[in-house]
Structures are given as structure tokens and as C-alpha cells.
């Protein structure tokens, strides 16, 4: 997010796209739909536990607040192929 507050000014205004997490059972049933793997415990392969998936989605609501004024199109993940087609139509 730093980069962001560097990278626009008056000379360069980039095109910010912001990929916010869904709610908590959306969140929950896609990524054990798609067999993701929490990256929190290096020795161990394993879905995320519901802490996990809540921490993600207090830190988007965190982005969002302090950086949202930022952001030129808000995406929700909710749906992997939906939001890769809607990152088509605002890129």
C-alpha cells in the first residue's frame, strides 16, 4: 500500500484494482471448494482454519478503510471465475 501513496501523483496515476475477500461462509466454501492451503504453517499442508479465514477478511476490511480512497475498481472474490471476468472488463 505504501507503493501506492509513492506511485500516484499529479505525473503517474495507476490504475488500482482492489481483490477484496468475500464474507466469512462465501470465503470458507471457495477456498475448501478449491482445495487452497494456508501458507501460515510452513511444516504442514492444510486447508485454513476459521481463525485464518476471518483474519483475512478483518485485513481487507482494514485495507479497504485506511486505503479505499485509493482504489479505482473493487473486485469481490467471492467466485474465482466471475471475478477474473470482471478484472477483464476494468483492466
Do not use: C, W
Request: hydrophobic share 40%.
Amino acid at each position: 500500500m505504501q507503493a501506492l501513496k509513492t506511485l500516484r501523483t499529479g505525473e503517474f496515476k495507476p490504475h488500482v484494482v482492489y481483490i477484496k475477500p468475500p464474507g466469512f461462509n462465501v470465503l470458507r466454501e471457495t477456498r475448501s471448494a478449491a482445495y487452497a492451503r494456508s501458507t501460515f504453517d510452513e511444516n504442514s499442508s492444510r486447508g485454513f482454519t476459521d481463525d485464518e479465514l476471518a483474519e483475512m477478511i478483518r485485513s481487507g476490511q482494514r485495507i479497504e478503510l485506511h486505503y479505499g480512497h485509493l482504489f479505482d475498481d473493487v473486485i469481490v472474490n467471492g467466485d474465482l471465475s466471475t471475478a477474473f471476468e470482471q478484472l477483464l472488463v476494468v483492466a
